[in-house]
């Protein structure tokens, strides 16, 4: 899949150690770039650095001081060109059944986490310029039971994409989404590995199948290149058609 040359370019990628994380992380490194892969999870981590001899930091995504350490660790290596943020979690329960615990956990997980990320690497690219990739989900663009707390995180994050873009263009720098539809990676094995519920998130896309993290790295890839480069504050739906289209009776 990668057509990119990233020679002599410098990446961070956040949430480094999960499916879509990972698979982004090794896209880079054979496309040419120096990557540094932060996560919370040190054996996935530590394994994946080993992999691709990369340099990394873990973090906890709902402090911000985390990765403010971590772009310290980073700007050893040289200039950051770009960050992407894979952090995220899953949870359906209505908002009836979602207790403070889990609702404060998913704000931190992907909204916080986010937020810090950016906050960071933009304070690093501000000299030079570069493009920062936020993961939303289409469940923040069309209504899906039982979806509450996650579509409110995201759609956090579709907010802070545009109102970041406007901000940090003056430097440069550009920030984009990508809002994925159900997607085949260990956090959402327990969907997809039920096929009744398989089945049924299927028919929801109207391709009829789930993505797999190849499709939503595609277009990371894409932003973070030259090709991309008058490309700014857009939510990119890579869904198969959930936040958009009606399916298929």
């Known amino acids: 899949m990668t057509k990119y040359d990233f020679s002599g370019k410098y990446f961070l990628v956040a949430g480094a150690g999960g499916g879509i994380g990972s698979e982004l992380s090794r896209h880079l490194k054979k496309a040419g770039a120096n990557v540094f892969l932060c996560g919370r999870d040190t054996q996935k981590l530590e394994s994946l650095q080993r992999e691709l001899d990369a340099d990394g930091a873990l973090i906890d995504g709902a402090n911000f001081a985390s990765y403010e350490d971590a772009l310290a660790k980073a700007s050893a290596h040289g200039k950051l060109n770009g960050a992407v943020c894979c952090t995220g979690s899953v949870i359906l329960k209505s908002a009836h ?20 990320m950016l906050r960071s690497s933009a304070k690093a690219m501000m000299d030079q310029g570069g493009s920062i990739v936020l993961v939303s989900s289409a469940a923040a663009q069309i209504g899906l039971q039982n979806h509450e707390a996650i579509a409110a995180a995201k759609g956090a994050i579709i907010g802070l994409t545009r109102s970041a873009a406007t901000t940090y263009a003056r430097s440069n720098i550009r920030v984009n989404c990508i809002a994925p539809g159900l997607t085949e990676t260990p956090m959402t094995a327990r969907l997809t590995s039920n096929e009744a519920s398989r089945k049924a998130s299927e028919a929801m896309h109207a391709l009829g199948r789930l993505g797999k993290p190849s499709d939503i790295v595609s277009g990371m890839l894409w932003l973070l290149s030259e090709e991309a480069s008058w490309v700014t504050g857009q939510v990119i739906g890579i869904d198969g058609g959930l936040g958009s289209l009606k399916t298929r009776a």
């Open 97 to 116: 059944a979602t207790t403070q615990q889990e609702f404060d956990a998913t704000i931190a997980a992907n909204v916080t986490s986010a937020f810090g």
